[in-house]
């Protein structure tokens, strides 16, 4: 789940892919839809949040993907959540959110890939992730 603010917009969306770059300095990042108002916002705010939703999370993740649910400011005001250092909505209880400003931008398809700095992260061990595989979500299991 990737979050986003600015002045007038707060975002969250799912994104296709999400992924580590570089460890020195702490960089990661995210690919969204060419077009969509998240592939917008993200420049615009100069921002985003990738939230890891905890197993119980669910009904976040689908409210997020649905096309009719409010936007803007609206879009957060029934999902608990928090500021940390770039403004962008920290959605309480994730198994882990990482915190970033936006470095780089760089077309790919039919995509934009986004990389940012991280500048703060929260990692809760003891909350399971939610996973979306193979076209259903998902619970970790231990082998």
Do not use: K, W
């Amino acid at each position: 789940m990737i979050t986003t603010r600015g002045e007038a917009h707060d975002y969250g969306m799912t994104a296709t892919a999400f992924s580590s770059v570089s460890l020195d300095p702490p960089l990661v990042l995210v690919c969204v839809i060419s077009g969509s108002l998240g592939a917008e916002l993200i420049p615009q705010n100069g921002c985003f949040a990738a939230n890891i939703l905890s197993s119980g999370q669910e009904a976040i993740s689908n409210y997020f993907a649905s096309r009719d649910r409010p936007r803007g400011r609206d879009a957060f005001a029934e999902i608990p959540h928090r500021e940390v250092v770039t403004g962008a909505p920290v959605i309480d209880d994730v198994a882990a959110f990482l915190d970033c400003r936006l470095t780089e931008t760089h077309e790919a398809g039919d995509h934009l890939i986004f990389i940012g700095e991280v500048v703060s992260l929260g990692v809760y061990p003891e909350v399971e992730p939610l996973l979306f595989h193979g076209g259903r979500y998902r619970i970790p299991t231990d082998p």
